[in-house]
Nanobody, 120 residues
């Protein structure tokens, strides 16, 4: 069973940077795609960024493209979200996620979330 644990959230001023980390348990990390979602108060959860299992392909929400970078280190079972030029509207709880794998019978998993607050 995969477990995801996020860290790195906090309070930052507008224009600042934060790096979120998500460590996955288990030995299957390198074969699963990963993503970061966020949910702001009163809003639906939305996809922020995603990365394929090998890290060769990424995609981003329009609202963060050019400011955020998703990456992964399969040797450390870790996926990162580097967030630069932060804006107050980036304030949200950020969740690490994997859709798992039907082929390898790995279920969908969410992390517990880490709060990012951007002050103006």
């Amino acid at each position: 069973q995969v477990q995801l644990v996020e860290s790195g959230g906090g309070l930052v001023q507008a224009g600042g940077s934060l790096r979120l980390s998500c460590v996955a348990s288990g030995s299957i990390f390198s074969i699963i795609a990963m993503g970061w979602y966020r949910q702001a108060p009163g809003k639906q959860r939305e996809l922020v960024a995603a990365i394929t299992s090998g890290g060769g392909s990424t995609n981003y929400a329009d609202s963060v493209r050019g400011r955020f970078t998703i990456s992964r280190d399969n040797a450390k079972n870790t996926v990162y979200l580097q967030m630069n030029s932060l804006k107050p509207e980036d304030t949200a709880v950020y969740y690490c996620h994997t859709q798992g794998s039907v082929t390898y019978r790995i279920p969908e998993v969410w992390g517990q979330g880490t709060l990012v607050t951007v002050s103006s």
